[in-house]
């Protein structure tokens, strides 16, 4: 049994900041590479960041320099810092495990005005 629950939206200026954060239940989250998604209306989900279980990272270009991911393999829990956001970056943001899709959370929903 896995739940996966992202909590840390909300709306925000342009240029802000905000940090979203999964917990996962279940075992298999120490052991496992960690990705952040989003969708944006009538868009596909897409990769946003992905972690290793040892602290590896890699970005969407569209994200690079401006969102860093990182995780507390004690807490079963994975963040994303946000930086300088855009309105482009609005969308539902989830958690999950990119080489094996658990069933997706309610997803935190990020919005940037302009």
């Known amino acids: 049994q896995v739940q996966l629950v992202e909590s840390g939206g909300g709306l925000v200026q342009a240029g802000g900041s905000l940090r979203l954060s999964c917990a996962a239940s279940?075992?298999?989250?120490?052991?496992?590479?960690m990705g952040w998604y989003r969708q944006a209306p009538g868009k596909q989900r897409e990769l946003v960041a992905t972690?290793?279980?040892?602290?590896?990272?890699d970005y969407a270009d569209s994200v690079k320099g401006r969102f860093t991911i990182s995780r507390d393999n004690a807490k079963n829990t994975v963040y994303l810092q946000m930086n300088s956001l855009r309105p482009e970056d609005t969308a539902v943001f989830y958690c999950?495990?990119?080489?094996?899709?658990?069933?997706w959370g309610q997803g935190t929903q990020v919005t940037v005005s302009s």
């Open positions: 999950n495990y990119p080489a094996a899709f658990r069933p």
């Open positions: 279940g075992s298999m989250f120490s052991f496992s590479t």
């Open positions: 972690i290793t279980r040892r602290g590896s990272t």
